[in-house]
């Protein structure tokens, strides 16, 4: 029973940053259409930017700051630098340029930073939190707790906010947008700053409990990205039900049946989905009238 | 006679004189190739060990080289990729047509790999790495040799500590490379004949969370968990522990894990930690009746001299395999690959950095259960803990 219930709690705050980083996924593939493959290693930069500004004896909270601010950033020109630059950038020629990008933060990372794993101190602690039997790290709260917020604070800013609306606008008809007088590329550059913002964000949230290094970006990519096709790639409720799940799942696998098992849930969650319901738990099929 | 025409004529000639025919002193090198991980994950230990190589080399050669000839070091990185340390041996073999191979990835796995061309190649191939099914079964590994020592003498050295301690039920949390089970498979040979009951567990090394199997272990009950990583996951592990009030618990790491910069990410999770290495961490703490003793602090002073940081193990394991090459070329009289293998294989009680070497024409490992110790880490440092 105790053991179920750690496996659950581990899945939770393992499942939440992989709900963060679909998220991530699926805001770029609602404004372009495209895969962001970038997406894992904007999550490992900003636990490295934070870990070694945090390293250089700045407080905490300016070192989150900072590499939430920093990754921005890099989505930023590499979105203004290259993608603007592409002649037609319909969604595969954005995917394919997203993985140029990927492999180019991940040695840019290496060659800066370092190939040292870092890490950060627990923000409120490492003492772990007793709770009936268990014996929670203080962290697990921040992780869901935070992870909450930023869902909630991207379904306000799409539903409530023009320029969120706008956002939709395009993702929906970048014509009609276009004619209403938004710019489609702006659209375009907004997504890419939030996806890296929330990537950032999640970065600096595992660290205290997982350490981060310049490698560590592929496999929390590719688990975000099969917890959006899980959740339904494009929906913004579907990355907390995909990423809960998935890392859910994960723990149950490692725990009950076989460690072997656990790094194969995520592509057999991958496999069935698109067997089953490619559209995911909430994705919508796109339906193409003519 | 056309002036540019005897020109050339005495160019040439001067050519077929002053080339072709070289000074007697002057002969060719020995060629010694190597590979090893100096980025990709790998890298951590990459560093060092390549360090501990460029050392030796330049030590050797300053004092004249092998038998008066230099050694001309052609150094490759495999970047952590098995496939890029192959396409690294073929260029070792084919076109530097090296007279030797020493170091093979610092990737257990890896070095597994590399054995099977350098074995078809009959080629000399001294392994830097850990994993015991490197130079096991012996049939197929006639080319094969180690500078470290085998997993069945380390379990057999953990088993020795186990038993002094009445400690009978423990668990091995190994990483799925070749590294963690090779160390699960001599584990589960060494076991039943030291009375010990193990539950092994395992996890990948990129893995970020080991709730799961620590869940399954701290159901078990047992009186000390092994972890066997050279990964950043070993990390995990120590906190996780503590996390679930396990670090109450024997706490042992494998040999591949004493890095000081693992403990100071672990901080206070380490605290109880105990880590089976050979004694050069803490050859300040060996009696001074241990021989090893001298020897550590001689690297140590020559490491620093060069580098300006300090040496770890691993820098002398890679020391110690280029210069167990250099006693073999030396005692056969030259780079025939046989004689060289030979040569290899009759080396015994030879004083290393890393131990007391001692190989046969049955076991291709140089160190056994004597060259281990148990050590801990205290207040920044690494203190022997258990001698023997």
């Known amino acids: ?290 | 006679m056309n002036p540019r025409l005897l020109a050339r004529a005495a160019l040439s000639t001067a050519l077929a004189f002053g080339f072709a025919l070289p000074p007697a002193a002057a002969q060719t090198p020995i060629k010694i190739g190597s590979i090893l991980s100096v980025t990709g994950p790998a890298a951590f230990l990459g560093e060092d060990m390549k360090a501990g190589m460029e050392l030796a080399v330049e030590e050797i050669n300053a004092k004249g080289g092998v038998a008066g000839r230099k050694i001309d070091w052609i150094f490759y990185d495999a970047e952590s990729q098995t496939q890029k340390g192959l396409t690294a041996t073929r260029r070792l073999l084919d076109q530097d047509k090296v007279d030797m191979i020493v170091g093979g990835g610092n990737m257990s796995g890896m070095a597994i790999a590399m054995l099977g061309l350098t074995e078809k190649a009959a080629i000399p191939f001294m392994s830097t790495e850990g994993a015991m099914d490197i130079v096991t079964p012996i049939a197929e590994r006639q080319w094969t040799f180690k500078s470290t020592a085998d997993d069945e003498q380390v379990m057999e050295r953990l088993a020795d500590y186990f038993v002094k301690k009445g400690i009978k039920k423990i668990a091995l949390l190994g990483d799925s490379s070749g590294f963690g089970q090779s160390a699960a498979g001599q584990l589960k040979k060494v076991a039943p004949r030291r009375g010990l009951e193990v539950m092994y567990e395992t996890f990948n090394p990129s893995d970020t969370d080991m709730t799961p199997q620590l869940g399954k272990i701290k159901e078990a009950n047992v009186q000390a968990i092994v972890c066997w990583t050279v990964t950043p996951a070993g990390v995990v592990f120590l906190k996780q522990a503590q996390q679930l009030g396990l670090d109450k618990l024997t706490l042992v790491h494998s040999y591949g894990f004493v890095d000081q910069r693992y403990m100071q990410l672990a901080g206070d999770a380490a605290k109880n930690l105990l880590l089976i290495s050979v004694k050069f961490p803490v050859g300040a703490d060996l009696p001074d009746t241990d021989p090893q003793k001298a020897r550590i602090a001689a690297l140590t002073r020559a490491f620093e001299a060069k580098f300006k940081r300090k040496p770890n193990q691993f820098a002398a394991q890679t020391y110690d395999a280029i210069y167990l090459a250099r006693a073999a070329i030396e005692k056969a009289g030259g780079t025939d690959r046989a004689k060289v293998r030979d040569a290899l294989a009759g080396i015994s009680s030879w004083p290393g950095v890393g131990g007391i070497f001692n190989f046969s024409k049955e076991r291709h490992s140089g160190l056994s259960k004597d060259d281990l110790v148990l050590v801990n880490y205290r207040d920044g440092a690494f203190r022997l803990a258990d001698y023997k």
């Open chain 1, 1 to 290: 029973m105790e053991q179920v219930a750690n496996l659950l709690l581990s899945g939770l705050s393992s499942g939440s940053v992989y709900a963060l980083v679909a998220l991530g996924f699926n805001v770029i593939f609602k404004s372009t259409g495209a895969i962001n493959f970038a997406q894992g290693e904007w999550v490992m930069m900003g636990g490295m930017v934070a870990a070694t500004s945090y390293a250089a004896h700045w407080p905490l909270g300016l070192a989150i700051l900072c590499a939430v601010l920093a990754v921005v950033m890099v989505a930023l020109l590499s979105e203004r630098l290259i993608l603007r630059r592409i002649k037609k950038p319909t969604a595969l020629a954005v995917t394919l340029m997203m993985i140029a990008i990927a492999i180019c933060s991940k040695s840019l990372v290496m060659l800066l930073l370092g190939k040292n794993p870092a890490n950060l101190p627990g923000f409120s602690g490492s003492e772990p939190v007793l709770w009936f039997n268990l014996r929670i790290h203080p962290q697990t709260f921040w992780i869901v707790g935070i992870t909450c917020l930023v869902m909630l604070a991207t379904h306000w800013f799409f539903e409530r906010t023009v320029l969120g609306r706008a956002m939709r606008a395009v993702a929906a008809q970048p014509e009609a947008a276009a004619l209403c007088g938004i710019e489609p590329r702006m659209a375009m550059a907004l997504s890419f700053g939030l996806a890296a913002g929330v990537g950032a964000l999640a970065g600096t949230i595992i660290t205290p409990l997982t350490l981060t290094s310049f490698d560590h970006g592929t496999v929390l990519g590719f688990k975000g990205f099969s917890a959006a096709m899980l959740g339904g790639l494009g929906s913004l409720p579907g990355a907390l039900i995909g990423g809960v799940a998935l890392g859910t799942l994960e723990a149950l696998a490692g725990g009950l049946i076989s460690s072997h098992f656990k790094d194969a849930v995520a592509f057999v969650a991958l496999l069935l989905t698109l067997f089953l319901r490619p559209t995911g738990i909430l994705g919508r099929g796109a339906v193409e009238k003519v």
